[in-house]
């Protein structure tokens, strides 16, 4: 990874299958409670045909992160690699960063008395939070640093179709050129024959 | 009523966004379009498409305006009382003469409750406007906790005060005198000034407090409650987060007044009428106060006999 790699998420319309594994493998892998949840799979167009497809949406973790702005406590913070973070001892569950999202990332917990909403609670990319690596108070607040062990996040991991990749952005847009290149891009009108799956 | 919420809405928007400016965002859709790409839909993600009219203007106004616009607008109102206070200083009246019964038991519990609800409210949406400096963490949650308590003191409070005052706010012809002297603040003297039971400056802080309390609390309990899926939005074109956004939004520019005209309110109370205080703790103001400061009432308490 060079001094310049930003992680980035990718999810391939084209291979997406709607299995909603990555949202079911992100909420068994940080043991999330009912309510919160990091990664949603979403259907589009949907009964429109040949348009139909879904993709799999949490925190894109954006170079100009609009939530990290906005924060009236300063609880953001980017890693040099590019991972939006944020300090749960310091956030105070205002909802501007919901606002400010452009795909609906934050997640608050409503469990408090009355039903008050509690500090907001997001995709990590599996890089947990300020507290010491794999600290249990990490892995209570923020759920698994599987980034610190240097495996890919649960989501992309688990992903049967590989639609979902993620990594370096220059990685992951390798991958992916190498796909359309090597399958074409565009709409699936038909299923793949013998010499797009295998060649000639 | 739908075109001209519709209308305002979007004049609303085009307005702030040539003052705020538009957010650039560094990468726009950088998906390969050949024409068949699926990405390029103009269905996709209806929410990010549509962020600009909202979702932009939130983060634009609350990273470059908000806070700079209330600590602007406090020390101004701050600075213009002080200096009010050395150059003309307060008004005094004597309060050994008669006294004029004016706020009954339930006026007074109402304003009380009122103001306790203010004072819990603004320094806790204070401490959340400017939680960078105190650092965050447990005191800004619970202030935020505080803040909707506060507010259901203020919303038992609102209504019968809205209700009981209603009829002695709306304006009349001595307001506009009123205004043109600028209620008889800038003068050493003491003037006669044209006002009924209540001031013009009373009645600009009372429908502010009131009405745009009635849109505070509306907008406090969007942002509150969070989810909720009201049918009207499909037809204004709206998502559920815009509302959020345009809460948040007016929520901040109606503090900002409430913040302006409570701080006057205070001053008027406590410096610069001497002994003004007195007739929400006893209900009795002085005759001579009253023949001075709400001269139009005094006139008609003369011609009703009640003095």
């Known amino acids: 990874m060079s001094s310049f790699a930003r992680m980035k998420f990718y999810c391939d319309e084209k ?19 009912v309510g919160i949840s ?7 167009n949907e009964g429109i045909e040949g348009k139909e497809f879904s993709t799999s949406v949490a925190c894109m973790h954006c170079t100009d992160a609009p939530c990290e702005q906005v924060c009236p406590v300063n609880c953001f913070y980017i890693r040099e690699d590019g991972i939006v973070l944020h300090d749960k001892n310091i956030c105070i569950g205002c909802g501007y960063c919901l606002y400010a999202c452009p795909f609906g990332a934050p997640q608050f917990p409503t469990d408090g008395a009355f039903g008050t909403r509690g500090v907001m609670d997001k995709c990590t990319m599996c890089a947990g939070g300020p507290e010491p690596t794999n600290s249990d108070a990490e892995r209570k607040l923020y759920g698994q ?26 990685s992951v847009s390798k991958i992916y050129r190498e796909r359309v290149a090597s399958v074409g891009h565009g709409v699936q009108s038909a299923p793949y024959g013998w010499s797009k799956a295998y060649g000639k | 009523m739908k075109k001209v919420i ?9 307005f702030a966004q040539s003052y705020a400016g ?65 150059v003309i200083g307060p008004k005094k009246f004597a309060h050994d003469g008669k006294a004029i019964y004016v706020y009954n038991l339930f006026k007074r519990i109402i304003h009380w409750m009122a103001a306790l609800a203010f004072v819990i409210v603004i320094p806790t949406g204070f401490m959340m406007i400017f939680g960078k400096e105190l650092g965050g963490g447990t005191l800004v949650l619970d202030a935020r ?6 507010t259901v003191l203020f919303i038992v409070s609102v209504i019968p005060m809205f209700l009981m005052w209603l009829i002695p706010m709306l304006a009349t012809f001595d307001d506009v005198k009123w205004l043109f002297m600028a209620g008889g603040y800038l003068t050493k003297k003491k003037v006669v000034v044209p006002a009924g039971q209540f001031n013009a400056g009373q009645k600009m802080w009372f429908w502010l407090a009131t009405l745009g309390g009635f849109v505070m609390i509306i907008t406090g309990a969007a942002m509150y409650f969070e989810d909720f899926d009201l049918a009207i939005l499909k037809s204004l074109n709206l998502d559920q987060i815009d509302i959020l956004r345009i809460s948040a939004i007016v929520h901040n520019f109606l503090g900002m007044a409430v913040t302006a005209l409570f701080v006057t309110h205070l001053y008027m109370s406590l410096f610069a009428i001497k002994g003004s205080l007195d007739s929400m703790i006893s209900g009795n103001k002085s005759e001579d106060e009253v023949k001075y400061m709400h001269s139009s009432f005094y006139k008609k308490l003369k011609k009703e006999d009640k003095i």
């Open chain 1, 38 to 44: 990091r990664r949603k799979v979403i259907l589009l």
């Open chain 2, 22 to 86: 538009k957010v650039p965002l560094v990468s726009q859709n950088q998906g390969v379009y050949d024409g068949t790409s699926r990405l390029n839909s103009p269905e996709l993600l209806h929410n990010i498409m549509l962020y600009q009219n909202w979702g932009g203007l939130f983060v634009n106004l609350q990273i470059h305006w908000f806070r700079t616009l209330f600590f602007g607008i406090t020390v101004g109102v701050l600075v213009v009382f002080f200096l009010h206070y050395i």
């Open chain 2, 6 to 14: 519709l209308l305002c809405l979007s004049m609303i928007s085009a």
């Open chain 1, 145 to 170: 640093n599987r980034i610190a062990e240097g495996k890919v996040p649960a989501c992309a991991a688990m992903c049967s179709t590989k639609a979902l990749i993620v990594g370096d952005a220059q």
């Open chain 2, 145 to 150: 906790y505080l803040h909707s308590i506060g």
């Open chain 1, 15 to 33: 291979r997406c299958i709607d299995c909603d594994g990555c949202s079911v493998a992100c909420d068994e892998a940080h043991e999330l409670p």
